[in-house]
């Protein structure tokens, strides 16, 4: 006698479909081989002669293994789903097929989220991110709009072990802040994060308002993927102009007391970094050297090839506004291009934003596919 119902064995097989094809297209063969390799690597007696090599394998190597376990945990939850199920059609269990039908719920969403992966494919998708966010309408809600978003992306690459380093906070005067770039350090988190960029737009009571009136404010998010060596970005000197200042903190407070902060302005292109989270002045500059690289490097690429419209600012494929959160008169966050929608703002603005993502990057894929057509 069949104690798994129809569905659940249709449903059962259907996951176990997906994770088959993700496992081919990920090619699981060369990810093992790939962590053999790096862990032969990260035990030479000879790894930290060179520390910025060293820290690129042991990174990849977690990085790496994170991926391999991930699959083996999926690959085992779906065997013991099925289990949990012919154990509740014996024993007549209502209570373990219910836990069984949230473990299958759960295990498809997480099957799904490994598929989205499956999706990244472009030029830079599987590099390190480099975010900027920048205030715009809206005045001091603005700036503290800014600074919430600053805190989401930090909190979801906190839920995901990812590491971060916050390059330049550039604080406003009453509250929140100008402008941020940081960096989030993962495979593939370019192309995750990169279906971000954009305006993200926000309605609320102001906080800062004494008559407690309704206030629409707006910050941009612009991202772009780390530049390494093979990218060869060369930066003549004699195109950069190089500013020192003192670092300040919140309400324009200094935190230092030597000319650390630094500033670099690409003549010919206009384009301005700056960074003053390092300790020294040296750091910053090498910090803010990569940034530009980064701005540099998309820059020529969205001129060499026109097809990357999805990684242009205001690109036709985009739009300028591609996400609102709504505080009040009612709650919701709602994506303007893949409809994706959740009514709970607080979740989001506390890092839970993978739907957001995933529902980005199958958005952005069917674009291209449809005009590749």
């Not at 990849?60 to 779906?78: C, D, G, I, V």
């Not at 759960?106 to 030029?123: P, W």
């Not at 969205?302 to 506004?321: F, I, P, V």
Request: aromatic share 6%.
């Amino acid at each position: 006698m069949n104690v798994v119902s129809a569905d659940v064995e249709a449903d059962l097989k259907d996951l176990t479909g997906t994770l088959n094809q993700v496992e081919s297209v990920m090619d699981l063969g060369a990810l093992r081989a790939e962590v053999s390799s790096l862990e032969e690597q990260a035990v030479s007696p000879n790894l930290w002669d060179d520390p910025s090599a060293a820290q690129k394998i042991t990174s990849t190597l977690s990085h790496k293994q994170s991926e391999l376990r991930k699959f083996s945990e999926l690959r085992q939850r779906l065997e013991d789903l099925g289990v949990m199920y012919e154990l509740a059609g014996e024993e007549c269990s209502a209570e373990l097929t219910e836990e069984a039908d949230r473990e299958r719920e759960q295990l498809a969403k997480d099957i799904a989220a490994l598929e989205v992966r499956t999706l990244l494919s472009g030029e830079y998708d599987d590099r390190n991110a480099v975010v900027t966010i920048r205030s715009e309408a809206g005045g001091v809600d603005a700036a503290d709009w800014a600074q919430m978003l600053l805190r989401m992306y930090l909190r979801w690459a906190e839920r995901h072990d990812y590491g971060t380093d916050v390059y330049d906070i550039s604080y406003a005067e009453e509250a929140g802040i100008k402008s941020a770039t940081f960096k989030v350090s993962a495979p593939y988190v370019y192309g995750t994060m990169s279906v971000e960029q954009g305006t993200h737009r926000l309605v609320r009571i102001s906080p800062f308002d004494n008559q407690s009136r309704r206030q629409t404010s707006f910050a941009h998010v612009e991202v772009m993927p780390e530049v390494e060596e093979t990218d060869h970005i060369d930066i003549p000197e004699k195109d950069i102009r190089v500013d020192v200042f003192r670092s300040s903190g919140p309400g324009g407070q200094s935190v230092n007391t030597t000319d650390s902060a630094v500033r670099l302005t690409h003549i010919p292109t206009g384009v301005v970094v700056s960074c003053q989270n390092e300790k020294s002045q040296l750091q910053n500059k090498i910090a803010a050297m990569k940034v530009l690289q980064a701005k540099l490097l998309l820059r020529k690429k969205e001129q060499d090839r026109a097809e990357l419209d999805a990684l242009k600012d205001g690109g036709s494929s985009w739009g300028n506004q591609m996400r609102s959160y709504v505080l009040h008169p009612y709650q919701m966050v709602k994506d303007l291009r893949t409809e994706h929608e959740v009514g709970n703002p607080s979740t989001v603005l506390d890092g839970d934003i993978d739907g957001f993502l995933e529902a980005g990057i199958r958005w952005r894929k069917q674009q291209e596919t449809e005009a590749s057509v």
